[in-house]
């Protein structure tokens, strides 16, 4: 699997890559799994999820929302399934899942 590596002083906040996320991974609710932060020096920050071998995400979700897709090794998402516990948000070490409102 590969990684990407950011370089956080080149951001300059234009989102694009949250767009070629959602974009790439065919996305219908059109969530990502990235996003640019303002960090404490008030610049953009890009936060990636980095689709842990072993996700911490996907074993404490209770209802399958969260799962590993064993063909392309991503971390995935069903909104559907989700029951809005906030243990995969607990329990992501990075701090990279967020809350997303059901619609």
Do not use: Q, W
Request: hydrophobic share 30%; proline share 5%.
């Amino acid at each position: 699997m590969y990684r990407i590596k950011i370089d956080r002083s080149k951001c300059i906040g234009c989102l694009t890559c949250v767009t070629a996320c959602v974009v790439s991974h065919e996305t219908d609710s059109g969530d990502s799994r990235n996003r640019v932060v303002i960090d404490s020096e008030t610049k953009p920050a890009p936060i990636f999820c980095r689709h842990c071998e072993r996700p911490e995400c996907v074993y404490t979700c209770m209802t399958g929302a969260m799962s590993k897709n064993p063909e392309t090794g991503y971390v995935e998402y069903d909104k559907e399934r989700c029951a809005s516990c906030y243990m995969c948000i607990m329990s992501c070490p990075f701090g990279i899942l967020m809350l997303y409102h059901k619609s």
